[in-house]
């Protein structure tokens, strides 16, 4: 992928983000914090569906296209905090051999991750005003790709089982994969309950 694509999606992905200071000190209807809550409620983690978005209501109004934009927008940008994260465990000294290559295996996981999430993000945006068949096939995509990043989320931990490999790394990876994982669930939900 060409480097100013994924500049182009990480600045839009920050002005979405900007929004929320402009959104937390202006006052959202109570209509868009019903909807978001009301919507959140069809993902498998409701509590941080609602936290993760309540911050977007403004920009989000009552639109179920601005929330799944928004909510894939949040998802991306935790799995790119947890790229980076683990790109800099991936230079620590003293790590033993098995936690190195589960790490190394881990950042091959969460890169493939991004890209997904990535193609998602634009898929929405070229959607464009779609309708019938073609909308149906942008829509298709995206839960393609939005599910296999689920899938590679989870491969990420399983190369951390048995004993010898128990510790602050391994809970600290796992923690923000699991983030990751619900917020990126709740937009695959999302997407499927407005997607038609």
Known sequence: MAKSSLVWLLLSALY????????STTRSSPGAANFI?????????????????????????????QLIQTALAVSLDRAQSTKTFVY???????????????IKDCFEVIDDT???????????????????????????????????ALTDENTCVDGFSGKALDGRIKNSIKARFDHVERVTSNALALINKFGY
């Not at 809550?37 to 978005?53: D, F, M, N, R």
């Open 37 to 65: 809550k009301v919507s959140c409620g069809a993902t498998a983690y409701p509590a941080v569906c609602v936290q993760s978005l309540s911050l977007y209501a403004s920009s989000i109004k009552q639109s179920p296209r």
């Open 114 to 148: 991004v890209d997904r999430l990535v193609d998602s993000v634009k898929e929405l945006k070229n959607m464009g005003s779609s309708k019938g068949q073609d909308y149906q096939w942008h829509i298709s995509n995206v839960q393609t790709w939005m599910s296999a």
């Open 16 to 23: 979405i983000a900007s929004t929320a200071n402009s959104a």
């Open 88 to 102: 800099k465990l991936t230079k620590f000294k003293g790590i033993k051999p098995r936690e190195k290559a589960a």
